[in-house]
């Protein structure tokens, strides 16, 4: 007798498992219920019809219940809800637009209903201009609105990779548009100092990025939408997207005796079979087993919903198979750039106990997508993470070329079990235009192995805040330009590397070495050169760009995009009456680009411009700081699908670099900055401080304000942070006052009573509240630091500051301190 076979989900898994079993079994009868109007629809392709990338709707329509019908001879139901299963009947109970309500009885049932967004119970979540995206229908009304042309901004409460994607696609649309993430980074799958990369690419594209701060209600008016979040700030838009993750979508299953995870995943074996005879499930829906540990894991995917339909399937159809768990390799577009991933990342590894340097290891790289000599070469940012038996774990690859190659040879491997000693034996297909003959996968396994066999000691970025001057020395390798353009780290002794071996005698022996490059082959070099003349030596992991990432905050931008000044690539200077030089420093690595700059720059006369184009990712900044420090004016500066190109024109001051830094000659930019070292946590010592920093911001002024001690309770978020803290950093931190909202007057403070008559004296004469005049002054452009000394002696966590502060040391507020000509102590 045939088998009758009931799928409930008609969309990657469902439909795969479906056409499967047609061509393994002829004759059984195969019914699919979806709920929906759609089946086997191109989920991920959603985002970008809404951007217009994908013009037309109908290419997400994979197939149509009439094809399905017609080519697999599939019962195909749409509009059709199974509620229930009675397992015991072998039926399931079915709600159709159709056929009204009735039971079908089943032989087998393969389980496909996906994951549905997670829409938390807020005041206001259910009110108009909120949207979804998981289907044709909510893409459909979120295009409608965009359509119309009157929405201006959105929020997209979440950044996940659905929330990414769709914020880059309404920005593309023209709209204002911001994320707000509850967690401390976008992107969970990638570790900070990678998904950082990505907060920057969106950030460079105009999109604002609220971190650490979730949702706590939606308030409707006038056609716009009030957001209050965590910390009580108010963000009003006009449309919402909310996609803060998804959970299985599983409730009918409730009572049906199949077994459920803790938060409603359906359970399965290896074969994809549920504990209830005859019924397997896949996809989004199921828990997994994560492929390395073989722990649980949910990780909606749409490769693994497939490839499980297609188990289950054949496991119906008469074969053994099994499903052997998800790797969950991944990759995402972001602007220009690709962000990809696979295996473990470092976070969930130290979830689950193990421990950096003991357990696993992490090396970072920055090859070129490919030569560098072939026109067009971009630099990919690798991270690589394997256990001390050197088996790769995981890995995460940023770029704007090569990306997808790179994670699928390491989701490859990962797949086979290899080790970073397989890495460098791999033979990859190499051509100029392609690849380098040492591929990525190959520079992992060289630099894996130097460290394994002790060729390499090597520190990360986080040790440097433990830095004591008295037994280590740090040592910056690259050249002088590099150090002029982008300042050093902490007080590090610089020595090219070129004149390293001329200049041993400036190193104490006594010390050990911390030396650094750019992104850490020069740091390398410079480690074996030391290392072999007696001195104890460690390398910056993946250099000073490693460092830059794990330090850059992501943050509210201006409408605008990453068009400083250049619209496109043609608005580069090109009809000036003056000489106009083209460089071409791509594939360049840094200082190559710099060394470029400088030389043309050192040739122009007053008035004559530079185009110039660079792959090297950190040449963005870079260049900024070039032209500011050499006096000359930047014209445009933009990134275009990893290339940077900037135009400069050369100024009357013919400052050389050094010439500006050394102060031998007059500087660049006139010392007019304002810098201010807050040492109090007094609210009217605070709120004087924010009224001068803001005004002396409206005058165009680069200002500066340095929280140390006390005054470091102004910058902390007021709602409690999760953070590991020694037993007396726990006794210092409860001590402090967190946040703006609980600081005291100087004087006058009557048991708080003082600073609320303030607050409210501000309030009647029209003066914003220290909170707003934060926000100004963060919105104007002022630097606020938090000063890391004194956030290590009170044992003050990163996290536990608000959103927008960055971190630094004396050194560098006195950096700051010479270019200005007014410094405050209050
Ligand atoms: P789904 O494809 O969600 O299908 C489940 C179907 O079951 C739904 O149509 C639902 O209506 C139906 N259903 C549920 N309950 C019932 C019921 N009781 N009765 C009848 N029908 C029911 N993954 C990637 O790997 N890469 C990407 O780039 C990517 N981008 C994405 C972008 C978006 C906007 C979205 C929403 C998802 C994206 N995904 C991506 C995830 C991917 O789409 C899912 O992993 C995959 O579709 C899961 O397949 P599934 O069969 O488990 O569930």
């Given amino acids: 007798m045939s088998k ?84 015991k009947n072998k039926k399931v109970r079915v709600k159709s637009n159709a056929m009204g309500d009735y039971d079908e009885s089943y032989d087998y049932i393969i389980l496909s209903p996906g994951a549905k967004p997670i829409q938390p119970p807020l005041k206001g979540i259910d009110g108009p201009g909120i949207f979804k995206l998981r289907n044709v229908a909510d893409m459909d009304r979120i295009k409608a609105v965009v359509d119309r042309g009157e929405t201006k901004t959105a929020v997209v409460i979440g950044g996940g990779f659905i929330g990414v994607e769709t914020a880059e696609n309404l920005k ?20 900070t100092e990678m998904s950082v990369i990505a907060e920057k690419e969106l950030n460079d594209n105009g999109i604002s990025i609220i971190l650490g701060n979730g949702v706590s209600s939606f308030d409707h008016e006038g056609g716009k939408i009030r957001i209050t979040l965590g910390n009580d700030r108010v963000l009003e838009t006009d449309m919402v997207i909310l996609s803060i993750g998804v959970a299985p979508d599983t409730g009918f299953l409730k009572d049906s005796g199949i077994g459920l995870g803790e938060r409603g995943h359906i359970l399965v074996d290896d074969h994809m079979r549920t504990n209830l005879e005859g019924i397997y499930a ?3 829906a199921v828990l997994v087993k994560e492929y390395i540990f073989q722990t649980d894991a949910a990780i909606p995917l749409a490769g693994p919903a497939n490839r499980q339909g297609r188990i289950a399937a054949d496991n119906i159809g008469g074969f053994d198979k099994k499903y052997k768990g998800t790797q969950g390799t991944s990759i995402l577009k972001v602007f220009s750039l ?86 460098k034996e791999l033979e990859l297909a190499y051509a100029p235009p392609f690849l380098a003959a040492k591929s990525p996968a190959n520079m992992i396994g060289f630099m894996a192995e130097n460290e394994v066999k002790g060729l390499v000691e090597t520190f990360r970025s986080e040790e440097l805040e433990t830095f004591d001057p008295q037994r280590q020395l740090l040592l910056d390798i690259r050249e002088d330009l590099e150090v002029e353009t982008t300042g050093c780290l902490l007080e590090a002794l610089c020595i090219p590397l ?36 007696g001195y104890k030596v460690k390398n910056l992991l993946g250099g000073m760009k490693m460092h830059e990432m794990g330090s850059y905050r992501a943050k509210e931008v201006d409408s605008g995009s990453n068009d400083q000044g250049l619209s496109d690539k043609k608005s580069l200077v090109s009809e000036a009456p003056t000489r106009v030089v083209e460089v071409d420093a791509c594939g360049m690595c840094c200082p190559g680009p710099l060394m470029r700059a400088k030389e043309t720059m050192d040739i122009l006369k007053p008035g004559e411009v530079m185009n110039i184009k660079a792959s090297d990712p950190g040449f963005f900044e870079d260049v900024k700081a070039f032209a500011q420090r050499t006096g000359n004016e930047l014209l445009g500066v933009k990134k275009d699908k990893g290339i940077i190109f900037a135009s400069v024109k050369k100024g009357n001051s013919n400052l050389s670099v050094n010439a500006g830094i050394t102060g031998d000659s007059p500087v660049a930019n006139p010392k007019d900055g304002k810098t201010m070292v ?49 037993f007396i950093e726990k006794g210092f931190g409860m001590m402090m006052t967190k946040g703006s909202k609980k600081l005291q007057l100087s004087k006058m403070n009557m048991g708080g009573i003082g600073a609320k008559l303030i607050r409210k004296v501000m309030r009647d004469k029209n003066v914003e509240s220290l909170e707003a005049l934060i926000e100004a002054a963060k919105k104007s452009g002022v630097n606020l630091v938090a000063c890391t000394m004194s956030m290590d002696v009170m044992g003050i966590k990163e996290e536990e500051l608000i959103q927008g502060v960055n971190f630094g040391g004396v050194g560098y507020y006195l950096g700051e301190a010479e270019d200005a000509n007014v410094n405050l102590f209050i």
Avoid at 7 to 29: K, M, N, P, W, Y
Avoid at 37 to 42: L, N, R, V
Avoid at 49 to 75: A, C, S, V, W, Y
Avoid at 697 to 722: H, Q, S, Y
Wanted: aromatic share 8%; glycine share 8%.
């Fill in 282 to 284: 896949v996809g989004d």
């Fill in 172 to 191: 593309e649309r023209g709209l204002e548009v911001t994320i707000v993430e509850a967690a401390p980074h976008i992107l969970a799958p990638f570790d």
């Fill in 338 to 423: 690709a962000a990809a991933s696979t295996g473990n990342n470092e976070r969930t590894l130290q979830k689950m106990g193990l421990v950096y340097n003991k357990d696993y290891k992490v090396s970072y790289i920055h090859p070129m997508n490919h030569v560098s000599y072939y026109p067009g070469a971009t630099q990919l940012t690798i991270k690589t993470i394997y256990d001390t038996n050197g088996k790769i774990l995981g890995a995460q690859a940023m770029g704007y070329e090569g990306v997808d190659k790179f994670i699928d040879v390491m989701a490859t491997a990962i797949k086979f079990g290899a080790t970073i000693e397989d890495l």
């Fill in 678 to 726: 807050v040492f109090s946590g007094d609210l009217d010592k605070a709120i004087a401080s924010f009224i001068i920093a803001n005004g002396a911001a409206a005058m165009g002024k680069k200002v500066t304000m340095f929280f140390t001690f006390w005054g470091l309770n102004i910058l902390r978020k007021d709602e409690p942070i999760a953070v590991k803290k020694s």
């Fill in 498 to 533: 070129n004149s390293l071996r001329d200049r041993l005698d400036e190193l104490d022996k006594n010390k050990e070495i911390l030396v650094y490059c750019a992104v850490g082959i020069r740091g390398y070099i410079a480690a074996r050169i030391l290392m072999q003349k």
């Fill in 4 to 87: 009758k076979i009931l799928i409930i989900g008609g969309v990657a898994g469902g439909a795969t498992a479906a056409a499967r079993l047609r061509r393994l079994d002829e004759e059984a009868q195969i019914i699919m219920f979806e709920r929906d109007e759609y089946i086997s629809f191109a989920n991920c392709g959603l985002p970008y019809h809404i951007g217009e990338t994908i013009k037309e709707r109908e290419q997400l329509i994979l197939e149509t219940p009439e094809n399905m019908r017609k080519k697999f001879n599939i019962d195909v139901r749409i509009k059709s809800e199974v509620v229930s299963i009675d397992p």
